[in-house]
């Protein structure tokens, strides 16, 4: 069945609370393990379904934000989502105080069980409104992001349409390209702040009517952390420190050599070679068509897979009037789909998105096995590591859409993984900050984004933008205001994504049993026991990160551009 045709109804929440209350007071009440499971099983249809009604919803919000009937639809689940996981912890305190437990735990895997005892540390019927306020002050960041109308070159343009002159081989549209995408965030600086101010109080409140004493705690139980703690990030951030950020720094003083410049400004960054960034020779039609060539010659499980995504519209992959920005996969459990979503621009970065985001819903077609909806995804630390080694194992087919620019190609997607490692524990490190001290002015969060980035990202040099010199880069990282802690995940997921870059290069075939294994798994498993599922190191083991930088090392230091 194509998207277009998924049925969206409303879900009646009167009728599902009745239905689902009656359900766990009979699972509460059962001692038999088979009736349990018949009980569970039915419960997590009408939770699948509920899922399933609020990712249609999105999805269609997303692909275009200016539709009144989804624009009300998805008001109306900011509202009432939060009554939904009432009734999803109500679920959880009966799982997790069964009498029948042990038998339920060798049933289901434990991991459920602490994915489950964090929820219930994470919610309580006191926050509903805290909750629900929370839900509209992120929807009014993506509305205000979505909203963008700079005109640029004869165009109005949104800010994923801005990218491909960011990339211009002319320096001067880079700089006015980059100067018209701050003037729209310096006309919205007070609203951003606004927003970002009321998320923190909202979070925070939220904290402490659940008894933590700062929100840092609650986020890392939000973010499902169930085998590592704020320390153990501390010592990864330091161990990037250490070993990336001199790694980083010496390819952009190498990219600066490359283009002839005596300083690198903040505007040269993303362009990495005179004569232009590797772009696809072709366009989205011609990407999907070369993408769908290269899943089936990587394997018989890819061909599967993409020949379902394609023959059921599951992509909506252009940029157009309305479209929120960004990319992201989600998934339909109803219909065992998964939906990529994402704004082609002719950059490299279409390719990236179809092999990224391709990964996650990879992952997720590969364990849609899984009935549990808590179990169908991997933690998100763990999921990022599917999307970007998936990245890597596509790189044999990369000539198909570089051609010619194949080698520059590999180079800056390895460059730029190394470039992000800082980054990415910038955006970390600042979230810590800012919930360690959340009574800090919007002037005093962006002081100390501004210092963080001379720590993680020494090159940068905003000296002829006095908007961004003053900290305010983080207002366009979507992660900040939506999911605070999701981007350490990606940081982590880098260096085992970047252990499977290794292997693939040593035996292919045997790296890809290891991958499909760790996509069947889907969220099964704690993190650190899906690395040995995958036969990777652990991030936080000593070492791992320098390890892996001598080979990324002597691998860039091959090419001469």
Not at 483 to 494: E, K, S
């Amino acid at each position: 069945m194509k998207f277009k045709d998924f049925k969206y109804e409303r879900p009646n929440y009167d009728l599902i609370k009745e239905t689902l209350t009656n359900l766990m007071e009979n699972l509460k009440a059962s001692t038999d393990i088979q009736e349990q499971k018949h009980l569970i099983h039915e419960i997590n249809a009408i939770r699948n379904n509920i899922s399933s009604m609020s990712s249609i919803a999105n999805i269609r919000h997303t692909i275009n934000t200016e539709d009144k009937f989804y624009d009300d639809e998805n008001e109306y689940w900011d509202e009432i989502s939060p009554f939904y996981q009432e009734l999803d912890t109500n679920f959880y305190e009966i799982m997790v105080n069964h009498s029948n437990k042990d038998k339920l735990v060798l049933e289901y895997g434990d991991q459920l069980f602490k994915l489950m005892e964090n929820s219930l540390k994470t919610f309580s019927s006191d926050i509903i409104e805290d909750l629900q306020e929370e839900n509209k002050e992120v929807s009014k960041y993506v509305k205000l992001l979505a909203s963008a109308k700079i005109l640029f070159d004869g165009k109005e343009r949104n800010l994923s349409g801005m990218t491909p002159f960011i990339l211009s081989k002319n320096r001067t549209i880079r700089k006015a390209a980059q100067e018209a995408k701050s003037t729209f965030f310096i006309n919205n600086e007070s609203k951003f702040d606004e927003i970002f101010n009321n998320l923190v109080k909202i979070r925070v409140k939220i904290a402490e009517k659940l008894g933590f004493s700062n929100f840092i705690e609650l986020g890392y139980l939000r973010m499902n952390r169930v085998d590592y703690n704020a320390e153990m990030v501390d010592s990864f951030r330091k161990q990037v420190v250490e070993s990336i950020v001199p790694l980083a720094s010496a390819l952009y003083e190498k990219q600066k050599t490359r283009l002839g410049l005596e300083t690198l400004k903040y505007y040269d960054e993303k362009f990495e070679f005179n004569d232009g960034n590797p772009t696809p020779k072709g366009d989205s039609n011609w990407i999907i068509e070369q993408g769908k060539k290269m899943y089936h010659e990587l394997s018989s499980e890819t061909a599967e897979f993409i020949d379902f995504m394609i023959e059921n519209d599951l992509m909506d992959l252009t940029t157009k009037k309305g479209k929120a920005g960004g990319g992201y996969c989600t998934f339909i459990p109803d219909y065992k789909s998964p939906f990529i979503f994402s704004n082609f621009n002719g950059t490299s970065g279409d390719i990236d998105v179809l092999t990224h985001e391709a990964g996650h819903a990879f992952q997720v077609y590969r364990s849609s096995w899984i009935e549990i909806p808590e179990l169908l995804w991997a933690t998100y630390e763990s999921s990022e590591i599917h999307s970007m080694s998936m990245e890597f194992f596509t790189w044999n087919w990369m000539e198909n859409f570089f051609k010619e620019d194949t080698n520059k190609y590999k180079y800056l997607h390895l460059s730029s993984a190394i470039k992000f490692i800082p980054y990415g524990v910038l955006v970390d490190h600042f979230q810590h900050k800012v919930y360690e001290n959340p009574n800090l002015t919007p002037a005093e969060r962006k002081s100390i984004w501004r210092e963080l980035e001379k720590t993680y990202k020494p090159h940068c040099d905003y000296s002829e933008n006095p908007f961004l010199e003053k900290g305010t880069w983080w207002f366009q990282q979507a992660h900040i205001f939506e999911v605070p802690f999701y981007y350490i995940d990606y940081t982590l997921a880098q260096i085992c994504a970047l252990q499977f870059w290794q292997k693939m290069n040593k035996n292919y075939q045997e790296s890809w049993k290891d991958y499909l294994n760790l996509c069947h798994e889907g969220g099964t498993k704690s993190f650190l026991n899906l690395l040995k599922v995958a036969k990777l190191k652990s991030p936080f083991e000593d070492n791992c990160v320098e390890d892996i930088m001598e080979d990324v090392k002597n691998y860039l230091n091959k090419f001469q551009f």
